[in-house]
């Protein structure tokens, strides 16, 4: 698969082959659907549990002897019946995690790769960089690349590419390793530098 590669002003240096085994695949919509979802459903955290009188905390000691003190026998302070005790018939935290086989994850973001080249969503640059981290540097490169809604994949994270993009609207920057399904099917292009490019075949190669 031949891409284009070009300078952050736009202008084309030359046309390089992709890695078919990474870009060139058959796009398979299904199991990209199957991993988003997966992937979505690992980040949510069950917070909707409470503590029962064995996962509050304290009330580990008798609070007094089971006989002759003419109070009713306890064996906690954290009884559901006491104030600040644990609650009666509690639900647990819910478990919203599905598993991704990692081969499975690795097709899914080989499809969405070799779908994003299809239908030239995919920019590949030879190298991104600014002198000084300033939002409006960054702007420049982006109306350059005719760009907005943009996710941009680097090999190294540079401080004054954070810097300058973090303000700036759907616009994204992770690196090569940290790429994930959901970041690239949420933005309209994908910006990616050539070394960025070199990781990803030999991570997913």
């Given at each position: 698969m031949?891409?284009?590669?070009?300078?952050q002003d736009n202008t084309k240096?030359?046309?390089?082959?992709?890695?078919?085994?990474v870009?060139?695949?058959?796009?398979?919509?299904?199991?990209?659907?199957?991993?988003?979802?997966a992937y979505l459903s690992?980040?949510?955290?069950g917070t909707k549990g409470h503590k029962n009188r064995s996962t509050a905390s304290g009330g580990g000691i008798k609070p007094w002897r089971q006989k002759g003190t003419g109070r009713a026998r306890a064996g906690t302070i954290r009884s559901p019946l006491w104030v600040?005790?644990?609650?009666?018939?509690?639900?647990?935290?819910?478990?919203?995690?599905?598993?991704?086989?990692?081969?499975?994850?690795?097709?899914?973001?080989?499809?969405?790769?070799?779908?994003?080249?299809?239908?030239?969503?995919?920019?590949?640059?030879?190298?991104?960089?600014?002198?000084?981290?300033?939002?409006?540097e960054m702007s420049k490169v982006l109306k350059s690349l005719e760009v907005d809604d943009v996710l941009i994949v680097v090999n190294e994270k540079q401080t004054n590419l954070d810097l300058a993009s973090r303000n700036i609207?759907?616009?994204?920057?992770?690196?090569?390793?940290?790429?994930?399904?959901?970041?690239?099917i949420s933005h309209e292009n994908v910006v990616i530098d050539t070394a960025g490019i070199k990781k990803i075949e030999s991570i997913y190669g």
């Open positions: 031949k891409v284009d590669i070009r300078k240096l030359e046309s390089i082959d992709l890695n078919k085994t870009f060139g695949v058959q796009v398979n919509d299904g199991l990209v659907h199957q991993v988003v979802t690992n980040a949510r955290s600040g005790g644990g609650k009666t018939f509690t639900s647990d935290n819910q478990n919203f995690t599905k598993k991704i086989n990692k081969k499975e994850y690795k097709t899914a973001i080989k499809s969405i790769l070799t779908s994003l080249l299809k239908n030239k969503r995919l920019i590949v640059v030879d190298t991104l960089k600014i002198d000084e981290p300033k939002t409006k609207p759907k616009v994204e920057l992770i690196t090569a390793e940290k790429i994930n399904p959901v970041s690239l």
